[in-house]
């Protein structure tokens, strides 16, 4: 299994709708994030969080919630999807420290129409 | 704000043509500056990790070095399975900023 799990891989949805984007992780790690990828633009962190109670958003979380529901879950929301939403959303791992890399899943390709 | 820059956006390469990206970077207190591969459909994976300029790392034929205000990828006699983009990261207190990557395509 991997490390870092994302569910769904894909997903098409219409505008207005709610999404909800799941993420879960084996590497015993407090840290998770939520990262959007597209063409150009890199990565842009969306939310992240250092441990369960903790919650914190990053450059570009207009339009998104979060919620940790446990060590090794990390879910993310549209609350209501519009089109330029459509991108590549990665979730992430690290340890506490500065001296680590995150481990990243392998991501959810989300279009909205 | 932190800013990271990577050039070329897109480099293509016959195999055994060595080349390196170039990845500059404004941060206020740097903690490491990180080097990952991604693939088509994937997500991003770790190469490596430096700390301070003068350093050096080194993974089969990927060299990454650090100065105080970039950092270079260099690929030595690259081969078609190197192909895939490569991104820097930047990380100050509490999170990594990234770069848009270098996309490289080695040809046989």
């Known amino acids: 299994d991997a490390d870092v799990t994302q569910t769904p891989r894909n997903r098409i949805t219409k505008t207005g709708k709610r999404i909800m984007l799941e993420c879960s992780q084996t590497k015993g790690h407090d840290r998770m994030y939520w990262y959007r990828q597209d063409p150009g633009l890199g990565l842009r962190l969306i939310y992240y969080s250092f441990d369960v109670k903790d919650i914190n958003k990053g450059e570009i979380s207009d339009g998104y919630s979060v919620s940790r529901q446990a060590q090794a879950k990390f879910s993310l929301s549209l609350e209501s999807a519009i089109p330029n939403q459509t991108a590549l959303y990665f979730c992430a791992t690290s340890e506490a420290g500065y001296n680590y890399g995150y481990t990243f899943g392998s991501g959810t390709r989300l279009t909205v129409v | 704000e932190d800013q990271v820059t990577q050039s070329p956006e897109a480099l293509r390469l016959q195999e055994g043509e060595s080349s390196s990206l170039n990845c500059s970077y404004t941060v206020s207190g740097l903690r490491g500056l990180f080097w990952y591969r991604q693939d088509p459909g994937k997500g991003p994976e770790f190469l490596f990790t430096?700390?301070?300029a003068g350093e050096e790392k080194e993974k089969e034929r990927l060299k990454a070095t650090l100065t105080k205000k970039e950092s270079f990828l260099h690929i030595t006699a690259p081969k078609p399975e190197d192909s895939a983009t490569y991104l820097c990261?930047?990380?100050?207190?509490?999170?990594?900023?990234f770069g848009a990557g270098t996309t490289v395509t080695v040809r046989a």
């Open positions: 430096l700390y301070s």
């Open positions: 990261a930047v990380l100050n207190d509490y999170k990594l900023s």
